[in-house]
């Protein structure tokens, strides 16, 4: 099964397996979760008891998602980079929840420094609580939810809809509630989730949403990039991150099995990869249940110093071509002189960080922008297989298998909440 890259299950683009929903008797289901795990029922997937379980047939599934996801919008993207220059736009706010969030929030990479454009990301409950003032005839805003269904990005969509937002809507699910709200769509391929953590939704995501800051700064700073060049390699990111996915996954499942006992992971990358930290430890968080902090070089030298021991794992994301290399050289450094275990996931060629890293993932890329969409791969599988290795722990549930944990899911997230 490693060595294959087809998912377990063939979903036509744009739909999903089944509706959020537990049915008419939700407390019995429940109360049986810990023999029959309810996120198998809110999914509509088939329960798994150990490797691979279904989010590994998720991750796995990522190239041919991201090579659909570029089939569907070879038209679209481009068409939709011309109006939003001719509308005037020179901004953009990228919004949602968990992996929704850091979506955009890597994705702003590609409008810093392909679109030039001023671009920020920000949670849907924080739009909802405190609103966001920006201004809306320059800004357009971009709603994340892979389902398209998540009710409170769905209210955040609305209420920017009343201040008068143009926006555009990043999901997998064609015609969800979230489309219904925003003027524009691009939906991405992969079906949906069969295990409860986002995995190609993000990649799909983080991917239109940079072609579409590639093909805004082609047309408005054609002298800038060797866009031709660009547009070249993330059309085959697919083929290279099916190129490494047997190395990096037999890497990441003996590594994992190496510090299934560690206390926390810190995760540090700069820029688009920033974000890709974030996400990165989300999954840890939720496939895994080790407490991990995703953070910028900064945020790590200014402050995690003090907590790093040989507890703490870090994983240090340093492309080549990162303008602050030199500081995420300086993140591996004080990992090293702390003794604290270090993973760096770099580039080909890389002398540097893999010098003062314990181990390395190395990857065919050296732009900040595109090395996250493959750095994605490492991440997941990293955390996926601390959940393996720790051996009572099912990466597919985020503790749904739990009753006291099912509860809680069933109260916070009902029907159709997702």
Known sequence: MAGSMKGFYDQDPGTRLKQWDLGAD?????EATAEDPVMYNWLGSEARTEHPFNVYGDIMSQPQALR???????DRIPTLARDLIERGFTGVVGYGLGTSQYAPKTAIGAFWSYAGWDARDIDSLEIVGFGHPFDVSSTVAMAFSGSGSTIDTVRAAQLLQDRGAHQIAFTSVAGSPITKVCAETIVCAGGFDT??????????????????????????????????????RLFKLPDAMEAVFPTVTARAAALSRRYRDIRSVFIVGSG???GLAEEIALKYDEMSHIPAKGMCPGRHLHGAIGTTTHEI??????????????SLRDV???????KGPSIGIISEGDTGVASQTDDVFRLPETDPMLFSLLAVLPGQLLAYFAGVAQGDVNPDCQRANVARHAKVWHWLFPKDAH
Request: glycine residues 6%; negative net charge.
């Open 313 to 326: 794992l870090t994983i240090v994301v340093a492309p080549g071509g990162d303008p602050n290399y030199a």
């Open 272 to 274: 688009p990869n920033e």
């Open 195 to 232: 295990g409860g953590s986002d995995t190609f939704h993000y990649t799909t995501r983080v991917a239109a949403a940079a072609w579409l800051a590639l093909e805004i700064g082609a047309l408005t700073r054609p002298d800038a990039m060797d866009w031709a060049d660009l547009r070249s």
């Open 68 to 74: 659909d996801t570029f089939a569907l919008n070879e």
């Open 332 to 338: 591996a450094q004080v990992s090293m002189m702390l």
């Open 26 to 30: 939700p407390e019995r289901l429940i």
